[in-house]
């Protein structure tokens, strides 16, 4: 599949917010500027969040700059021009920017400048967005949406772009939808969780002085998965200045997302038609142990009950396998011969278009870590990724990794990178935050976080169709380990680091029923090396 939302292997997810904030914009808006003596602000970028095609603004430029020049948004290059409403300097982001985080470097300004647009899908360029909130903070959100809204439009009727003002005046018609808790009753019953303390009251803007301010810090709350959700009828607005916005006016008391942020993640044929389990006990040298008394969490297409999902063509060692059916599934019928005691649970975040709900998935995963917090161990298995690095996605894994729960997520296939030039970034979350929930600093520390990449049971080496593989200059961080990631089922191939992330989820699952704690998996790209330590993968009796 192709894409760059949260995808299944790759699969695209729906989100509504930002990891973002906005810098204190004081230029070109009613600001004070920079008094004598002082050292001229840093040039920064509003919105901090933008889809391929929209406007975003450069402020505090240096004169050097010019009224009008080039830039680069990754590897891709992008004119600009001065906005005569306001006096920024105004682009478009171009529309085969690569996704998330990608540093923008003017030719007139030295590239240690430190601009950083986040740059989302383009499925997500306008759509709804996801708030989330403490208990205790909705009222103070309620009751202050509108009025800070239309003050802050207001404000900036003269001096702000016009596609700005046009933002916020439907922003500030909208009507707030009604919010909902991460943690459903049924999850969240018999246990006593104690109230998410409320936040200081934000202190009232002081738009008239100063148009852009400074956003409060983002830190993640003590008490995520507790806390209430709804999607913000934003359809229609560019969802990257909703964003940036919504950081500005509501950052200490809000957090945001897109509604969307992945997809599921996807070459004569090694060893066609072989049973599955052929190929985990010819690579991974027969794994021992058999998970009994661990849950495998597959967050995927499928329920319990069934999954819809079909990819319509897939080309595999040149042919063409028309309507294959199931995603994940298969990614739990791969982690079940790897671990067959393990009991499996799905949980279907994604449509049958392998489009995946950012809110459904940060509720599954609040859900998963409840579930730890009384007991039982739990392994999570994420097939799907996307380049937009989602707020509600990162601290609801941190709360399961508080949990010990470990999850492996699929690291992402060439298609993430396609159409990418030297300079780009090519991003893939929750894979790409591997290196953040490692467990100390030491070398060999496990992480609670896997990215897991395809090894090619053809080449016996990283295979072809991971992320990154073929695209010169294009800037790919490695994953944290490989595995298997091609198996037949039902005379039909299903390839890919979607299918390689499910085996290291069955190998944790194997550890955990007989030892303490989770494994150090290391990257090993030897070719003809096999990928995964014996000493981890036949650790039980």
């Known amino acids: 599949m192709n894409g760059s939302r949260l995808r299944l292997g790759p699969w695209r997810w729906l989100v509504a917010g930002s990891l973002c904030v906005l810098g204190a914009l004081t230029t070109g808006c009613g600001g004070t500027g920079t008094s004598p003596g002082q050292n001229p602000p840093a040039a920064r970028l509003f919105p901090a969040v933008a889809a391929p095609g929209d406007p975003v603004w450069v402020l505090d430029a240096p004169q050097r700059a010019g009224q009008q020049g080039q830039l680069r948004v990754g590897g891709q290059a992008a004119d600009y021009r001065t906005d005569p409403a306001s006096g920024w300097l105004q682009f478009r982001v171009p529309d085969r920017a690569a996704g998330g985080p990608q540093p923008v470097t003017l030719t007139a300004l030295p590239p240690q400048a430190g601009l950083t647009l986040t740059v989302l899908p383009s499925e997500s360029a306008s759509q709804d967005t996801v708030l989330y909130v403490a208990p205790a903070d909705l009222p103070e959100f309620q009751k202050t949406y509108r009025a800070r809204v239309e003050q802050f439009s207001k404000d900036c009727q003269e001096t702000c772009p016009r596609e700005l003002q046009q933002t916020l005046g439907r922003l500030a018609a909208l009507e707030l939808p009604a919010f909902q808790p991460l943690l459903s009753p049924r999850t969240a019953g018999g246990l006593s969780r104690p109230p998410t303390p409320a936040a200081p009251a934000p202190t009232p803007l002081p738009l008239a002085a100063l148009k852009f301010p400074l956003p409060s810090p983002r830190t993640q709350p003590k008490e995520f998965c507790g806390q209430l959700a709804a999607a913000l009828p934003t359809a229609g607005l560019p969802t990257g200045q909703v964003i940036s916005l919504f950081d500005v006016l509501f950052g200490g008391i809000l957090a945001t997302d897109p509604s969307t942020s992945g997809h599921p993640t996807q070459t004569e044929a090694p060893y066609k038609d072989e049973p599955p389990g052929a190929i985990i006990q010819k690579f991974l040298g027969g794994p021992t142990g058999s998970g009994k008394g661990v849950t495998i969490h597959v967050l995927d297409t499928a329920s319990n009950a069934d999954d819809l999902f079909v990819i319509e063509s897939v080309n595999y060692y040149n042919t063409v396998y028309q309507n294959r059916p199931y995603h994940g599934s298969i990614a739990g019928q791969v982690a079940q011969v790897v671990s067959p005691g393990a009991t499996l649970d799905y949980r279907q975040v994604c449509d049958k278009n392998g489009d995946c709900s ?130 037949w089922f039902g005379g039909l191939p299903y390839f890919g680091s979607s299918f390689a992330a499910p085996v290291v989820s069955g190998v944790l699952a194997n550890w955990m029923a007989c030892q303490p704690g989770v494994p150090f998996l290391p990257f090993v790209n030897t070719p003809g090396q096999l990928p995964l330590p014996q000493s981890v993968v036949r650790a039980c009796p």
């Open 358 to 487: 950012t809110l459904n998935t940060v509720k599954a995963l609040c859900a998963v870590a409840e579930e730890a917090r009384k007991g039982g161990r739990h392994v999570v298995n994420l097939s799907a990724g996307g380049a937009y690095p989602a707020l509600g996605l990162l601290w609801a894994l941190r709360e399961g990794a508080a949990t010990g729960v470990p999850t492996a997520a699929s690291y992402g296939n060439r298609d993430d990178c396609a159409g990418l030039v030297p300079g780009d970034r090519c991003n893939h979350f929750p894979a790409d935050w591997s290196g953040r929930f490692a467990l100390s600093a030491a070398p060999q520390a496990p992480t609670l976080l896997l990215s897991v990449a395809g090894w090619d049971v053809a080449t016996l080496q990283m295979a072809t169709y991971n992320r990154g593989m073929l695209g010169g200059g294009v800037i790919t961080p490695p994953p944290s380990v490989q595995a298997p990631g091609e198996f």
